[in-house]
């Protein structure tokens, strides 16, 4: 009997495991699924840097210079988060008065554009100039003249 016993428990033990190991949690559907830029986009803090002006003639000749940008938005926290929304957090300094901006986010045109709706409903598009896990930058301005010359303004941020 005893025996017994410890062969059922035995085969018992074996069962649940093979049971246990084999009860996988499906991925949450409220949570999507997340690209490698996406992944970029939302790991880190980002913390503006500096903003500069490229002015490329028609014969693609370029050159680059400060853009000044109100000293009050320089310590700004952007976060993107996994859900696509965001929230643009004042830091210290603070412009008029303290306020948060949030929205929702999404990268277009194949990965190659943020998008970025703030909960007014107010739409900016920004093509992505560099990402990686430690740098943002994107165009926020853009001009291309009548002779083929182009002005951009390009925002820099940092991981924080």
């Not at 306020?99 to 990965?111: D, I, K, M, P, R």
Request: proline letters at 4%.
């Amino acid at each position: 009997m005893t025996m017994t016993l410890r062969l059922l428990t035995l085969a018992l033990l074996t069962g649940s495991t093979f049971v246990l190991t084999e009860c996988r949690k499906k991925a949450d559907p409220s949570v999507p699924q997340l690209t490698k830029k996406e992944e970029m986009l939302t790991t880190p803090v980002w913390i503006y840097d500096n903003s500069r002006v490229v002015q490329t003639t028609a014969a693609g000749v370029a050159t680059s210079s400060p853009f000044v940008f109100d000293p009050c938005s320089s310590d700004d926290r952007t976060q993107f988060h996994a859900d696509r929304k965001f929230t643009i957090d004042e830091g210290p300094l603070v412009c008029t008065q303290r306020q948060s901006v949030t929205g929702t986010w999404a990268l277009a045109s194949n990965e190659t554009e943020l998008v970025m709706t703030n909960a007014q409903s107010h739409v900016d598009r920004y093509r992505i100039a560099n990402l990686t896990t430690s740098t943002l930058s994107y165009v926020f301005s853009q001009e291309t003249y009548q002779d083929g010359s182009r002005v951009e303004v390009i925002a820099n941020f940092s991981a924080k």
